[in-house]
Nanobody, 115 residues
Framework: QVQLVESGGGLGQAGGSLRLSCAAS????????MRWYRQAPGKQRELVAT???????NYADSVKGRFTISRDNAKNTVYLQMNSLKPDDTAVYYC?????????WGQGTQVTVSS
């Protein structure tokens, strides 16, 4: 069974950095686009960053220039490097991938940024 497992969340300070990891089990990773979403309390889940299997990336305007998504296909892992953190970055961060017939989510990892 394919699973996504996030790690690396925690408490950060404004202006600081955190790095999230998402490890994928199974054989889907290298051929799939991977995404990071986040959901803050009382808000809808939003797409933060995307990386295709070829390494093309895209970012939400709110994190552009501060966050970097990357992937290591040999390790079946996607990363989200978060720099210049802001209190507004506080949310549960989820890893995601999908095909035409299924969607897969990780369990989420909490990121809390203090001012």
């Amino acid at each position: 069974q394919v699973q996504l497992v996030e790690s690396g969340g925690g408490l950060g300070q404004a202006g600081g950095s955190l790095r999230l990891s998402c490890a994928a089990s199974g054989s889907i990773f290298s051929s799939n686009t991977m995404r990071w979403y986040r959901q803050a309390p009382g808000k809808q889940r939003e797409l933060v960053a995307t990386i295709t299997n070829y390494g093309s990336t895209n970012y939400a305007d709110s994190v552009k220039g501060r966050f970097t998504i990357s992937r290591d296909n040999a390790k079946n892992t996607v990363y989200l490097q978060m720099n210049s953190l802001k209190p507004d970055d506080t949310a549960v961060y989820y890893c995601n991938t999908a095909s035409s017939s299924w969607i897969l989510w990780g369990q989420g990892t909490q990121v809390t940024v203090s001012s």
